[in-house]
């Protein structure tokens, strides 16, 4: 029996199916704030959410009880939300967002292959953000990287190359990567002096990026005066303490000696149509769905 709750139907147009989890992936709260911002500013309906049942300890991850406009009592569980987003660019997003679950990984990332295939995204992005030591000061480094080498020479991303313990995220890559499904891992660096969110310079840097990849517009230039007033709060107290200055000038002195150039927004974004539509010519017939389909609401 299927997991995913489906809400409504809408039909999209090539759809990129962007992630993020709140957790371990998530430092200053920048991955999810960053699809937070993209669904204040499009058109929304929500698709979809994944029931948390089976997937949550909730002596961990504690419903919340409120109460509503009416007055009346509502308990908001901890699910995965996947809301469709029609864009003014040239394809529409498919996003999910929620808690990262902590159990049964491997029936989560059935679910977020049932999304993918009745939602008809044609790729899927994980949008993350890790603790570093990069400065406040420059640019904050986006890391991509893909599995596919098609894919990773195209976008200029990374091969994955740990091994070791893994999370949700290396699951559901695992499992879309084994369906034919292209995936890719968008990562913001974020000073470890600086861990508390919000992080308006780590959200801006995703949404940018995430921006030249596909081709979608994310109004991200509207962070400008959240980030210029974050990176001046942070200069007070990083200069208020000569040891923390002396700290962030060496790493400032690293960043600059290894500056690297990426190729540019649009060059990016004609890649990806590229590999998409080689990819699409290249792959055989979807084999149909034995699996339980959604009810009439559904997507796809």
Not at 100 to 112: A, H
Request: one cysteine or more; a negative charge.
């Amino acid at each position: 029996m299927s997991e995913v709750i489906w809400k409504d139907q809408v039909p999209l147009r090539r759809p990129v199916l962007l992630m993020a989890f709140e957790g371990l992936f998530d430092a200053a709260e920048s991955a999810t704030e960053s699809l937070s911002w993209i669904r204040d500013r499009c058109e929304t309906t929500q698709l979809a959410e994944i029931d948390p049942e089976i997937y949550f300890n909730f002596h961990e991850t504690r419903p919340v009880v409120r109460f509503d406009s009416s007055g009346n009592r509502v308990i908001d569980w901890p699910a995965t939300r996947v809301w469709a987003c029609r864009t003014d660019g040239p394809r529409d997003l498919i996003l999910m967002t929620g808690v990262e679950p902590q159990l049964r990984w491997r029936s989560f990332s059935e679910s977020v292959l049932e999304i993918v295939r009745h939602g008809g995204a044609e790729i899927a992005v994980t949008v993350g953000a890790l603790i570093s030591m990069v400065p406040h000061s420059r640019p904050f480094p986006i890391t991509g990287s893909a599995a596919n080498a098609e894919l990773a020479r195209r976008m200029n991303l990374d091969r994955p190359s740990y091994q070791g313990p893994t999370g949700v995220v290396g699951v559901v890559h695992d499992r879309l990567d084994r369906s034919d499904v292209p995936v890719m891992s968008l990562r913001a660096s974020i000073p470890h002096y600086v861990p508390a969110p919000p992080n308006p310079k780590a959200t801006q840097a995703l949404l940018r990026r995430i921006e030249q990849t596909t081709g979608v517009p994310t109004n991200y230039e509207g962070l400008d005066g959240a980030v210029t007033e974050w990176v001046q709060r942070v200069d007070q107290a990083v200069a208020s303490d000569r040891d923390s200055a002396d700290y962030v000038t060496r790493l400032e002195r690293q960043v600059d000696s290894s500056e690297e150039t990426l190729p540019t927004g649009d060059a990016l974004a004609a890649e990806l149509e590229a590999f998409l539509r080689d990819h699409a010519a290249a792959s055989p017939e979807a084999e149909p769905d034995t699996g339980d389909k959604p009810d009439e609401g559904s997507v796809g």
